[in-house]
């Protein structure tokens, strides 16, 4: 193994804090990976990892080491990607909700990689702000605000939001008429998965933003499950348009409060703050924009 492979190697168990993981990264056997750092660790003169029966951690030279091998790497991959004719390559890891990705991403992926033939693709699902660096991502598709300080955001999408309940509900419960007259209605409950609090209704009131908390005798934590529940008549939602278009056209569900929208919801890829954006992550999140528009 060469130098920069070696560099690369090290840093990938830098993040993921496992030789076993970094072996399955790389396609090598746990055996090879734990050669190629003494071999490392013989060459500098220097220990670069200390380990532990949990997990693997940089020591104070090896995390010196660590982030001068992160500018070296990105200043080869951005030099080679430079030239004309230099076409982004090798594995990309991405987090994605797994809506979004149904809906936005799937649809459209066989011609991205047919454009980046060197590209290979492996899409991890989660609706938590995962920590990238730790977990092998390159970047992470979210839905809202980001919160974490460590990520670097670009927004790419906002989502149109609609207020839905279902036929059976409207009958049981009669048709809302302003967002500051829910009385004895109910929401199915969203709980969210970063602060562990149920959210409320929010609303567009002669154009001032409301927040209303509906009482909710049913909680959830996945959209999925939330859409199901409105579906079975158990309260109002709020949820992104695109996520009920079947339902709207069936009938399953019926928008409420029409007049009264909530907040569109802005769709974010955020890659780790400490790599420079490499080419693949470039050219897929310049993708992904074009296919959320």
């Known amino acids: 193994m060469d130098r920069l492979d070696s560099m690369r190697l090290f840093t990938r168990i830098v993040e993921r ?3 076993s993981l970094a072996a399955q990264d790389f396609g090598l056997p746990r055996s090879s990976v734990s050669e190629t750092v003494k071999q490392l660790e013989a060459r ?3 220990r670069l990892l200390q380990r532990t029966t949990r997990q693997v951690g940089p020591t104070l030279d090896g995390e ?3 982030r001068r091998c992160l500018a070296i790497l990105a200043d080869i991959e951005e030099a080679e990607g430079a030239f004309t004719g230099a076409r982004p390559k090798g594995l990309l890891r991405v987090d994605v909700h797994g809506t979004l990705a149904r809906h936005f991403m799937l649809p459209g992926l ?15 699902e989660g609706d938590r702000l995962i920590d990238a660096i730790r977990e092998g991502a390159d970047c992470v598709l979210r839905v809202g605000n980001p919160q974490d300080s460590t990520m670097i955001g670009r927004k790419i999408a906002d989502l149109a939001q609609a207020t839905l309940a279902s036929p059976d509900y409207l009958a049981r419960f009669g048709m809302p008429s302003r967002p500051d007259r829910l009385d004895g209605h109910r929401m199915v409950g969203f709980v969210s998965s970063a602060t562990g609090a149920l959210l409320p209704m929010d609303f567009r009131i002669e154009g001032e933003r409301f927040e209303i908390m509906v009482p909710a005798r049913v909680t959830v934590v996945g959209a ?17 348009r695109y996520h009920v278009e079947a339902d709207l056209t069936a009938g399953t569900l019926v928008e409420v409060l029409a007049d009264f929208p909530p907040d569109t919801l802005p769709v974010h890829v955020l890659y780790p703050h ?3 954006l490499s080419p693949r992550v470039r050219v897929f999140i310049d993708w992904l924009a074009g296919e959320f528009r």
Not at 110 to 124: A, K, N, Q, W
Not at 226 to 231: C, L, Y
């Open 274 to 276: 400490n790599r420079q």
């Open 44 to 46: 500098l003169g220097v």
């Open 64 to 66: 010196a080491y660590y």
């Open 17 to 19: 804090r496992s030789f």
């Open 110 to 124: 066989s011609r991205f990689l047919d454009v980046y033939p060197e590209l290979t693709l492996h899409i991890g």
């Open 224 to 240: 999925e499950t939330m859409v199901a529940a409105a579906r079975r008549g158990l309260g109002l939602i709020q949820v992104p």
